[in-house]
Structures are given as structure tokens and as C-alpha cells.
């Protein structure tokens, strides 16, 4: 596998389900993120992970709770979602500033289709 | 917060033309990112831009970083069918450390 993956690719859920949304990026970066991609919308910054450590938490309702075990994985988990929480959900990776080299490009995954019924 | 401001929204053009599109931004970035996003997929890095007044090209994509750090333009010349997609630009906030997007520029290309 190279470059960011996601799991799975679509997703259809009730409100009352749980689950989780996987991401692996396969970069050797050190911060993962989550973006919130609705229709006609700029994307929307969720969570940070820098160092595996939660830099960023963007007002994000608490029915959606971020994991980073490692610096190569993020999981997003779901629980009670809303309609309106219906987008696609997209995983992406960048190399921050770590006595060296650095990027500010963020190499982003195929993205989870959820839908919330 | 800050803003992008992506134009234009979306466009219509002949197979052979060449497209432009730009983000302006009422704040100064010290990087500025150009994706592609094809349906069912996630956005793909195009072209990054770290200096002011660089000018970088990929292929038949060039994309320049304003003068003034605060705009974008991304040209694409003699477009083919599989342009189509959706271009986002992206700047960097050196303040916050976040990325900012653009609303994206729809392109269809008419075969």
C-alpha cells in the first residue's frame, strides 16, 4: 500500500449505530488530520494529530471521538450521528516542522462516503 | 477566520482551450496549494507553491504565488477531458499552522 488509505469507502449507518472510520498513511509523516467534505462547502478542518498527540479540535460535537494509536493511524468513531452529518469524510497526512525537513503539503485519502439515515 | 475566495465557482469550455482560475485571500500566506479532486475521491496535490512570485508548472498545469502573498492563480493550457474535476486552492496560515481551502472551481471540459 502506498500513500494515504481509508476504510471503508462507503458507509450507510442509522442514527442509533456506532462505527468507525479507518485511516492508515503509509508517508512516514508525524501529523494526521480529519476533514469534513459536505456539498457546496469548503472543507472543514475536524481534528489534528501531531505526534499522536490531539493538537486541534475544531468545535467538532462530541458524537465524534478521534483516535491516534500510533503516528500512522487515525480512526474516526461515530456514534448517535444526525442526518445531517451525512458527507464525505476524508483522512490526510503532512510532515511538520521536526528539526529538519517539513512540508506544508497534506496528502489526503479516498475519503469515507457516510450516510446517516 | 480567515477566507479563501476561489473563482470562478465553475466552468463550461471546449476540448483545446486553456483555463484559469485564482483564490485571493484578505491575509498573507507563507504557502499556497493547488489539489484536484476527482468525484468519489479524495483531493490530489497538483502544485505547491513556497515563494512569492514563484511561478511552478506540472505538465501542462502552472500555477504562480502572488506577489503580495495574498493570491493564487492556476492555469491550465489546452485542456483534455480528463481535466474535469474539482480544483481547490489552499493557503498556509503560518499564525494557526492550518490550511485554508478555496470553495473549489468545478471544471467540465465538452469533448
Known amino acids: 500500500e502506498t500513500g494515504v488509505t481509508q476504510t471503508p469507502r462507503h458507509l450507510v449507518m442509522g442514527m442509533t449505530n456506532k462505527k468507525s472510520l479507518k485511516c492508515e498513511q503509509h508517508?512516514?509523516?508525524?501529523?494526521m488530520y480529519w476533514y469534513k467534505q459536505s456539498a457546496k462547502k469548503p472543507l472543514e478542518l475536524m481534528f489534528v494529530?501531531?505526534?499522536?498527540?490531539?493538537?486541534e479540535n475544531n468545535s467538532v460535537p462530541s458524537r465524534f471521538s478521534p483516535e491516534c494509536p500510533n503516528s500512522s493511524h487515525l480512526f474516526l468513531h461515530l456514534h448517535t450521528l444526525q442526518p445531517e452529518d451525512s458527507a464525505l469524510y476524508l483522512c490526510?497526512?503532512?510532515?511538520?516542522?521536526?528539526?529538519?525537513?517539513?512540508?506544508?503539503?497534506?496528502?489526503f485519502g479516498p475519503g469515507t462516503r457516510l450516510t446517516v439515515t | 477566520g480567515q477566507q479563501l475566495n476561489q473563482s470562478p465557482q465553475s466552468m463550461f469550455i471546449q476540448e483545446g482551450e486553456d483555463v484559469s482560475m485564482n483564490c485571493t485571500s484578505s491575509?498573507?500566506?507563507?504557502?499556497w496549494l493547488w489539489y484536484k479532486q476527482d468525484p468519489g475521491e479524495g483531493p490530489v496535490l497538483l502544485i505547491a507553491?513556497?515563494?512569492?512570485?514563484e511561478l511552478t508548472s506540472n505538465g501542462r498545469l502552472t500555477a504562480q504565488f502572488g506577489i503580495t502573498r495574498k493570491d493564487s492563480f492556476l492555469n491550465i493550457s489546452a485542456s483534455i477531458p480528463s481535466d474535469v474535476g474539482i480544483y481547490f486552492c489552499a493557503g498556509h496560515d503560518g499564525n494557526t499552522g492550518k490550511l485554508i481551502f478555496g470553495q473549489g472551481t468545478t471544471l467540465q471540459v465538452k469533448p
Open positions: 490526510a497526512s503532512s510532515q511538520l516542522p521536526s528539526g529538519g525537513s517539513s512540508s506544508y503539503e497534506q496528502y
Open positions: 507553491l513556497y515563494k512569492a512570485g
Open positions: 494529530y501531531n505526534f499522536k498527540e490531539q493538537t
Open positions: 491575509s498573507i500566506f507563507n504557502t
Open positions: 508517508l512516514g509523516h508525524n501529523a
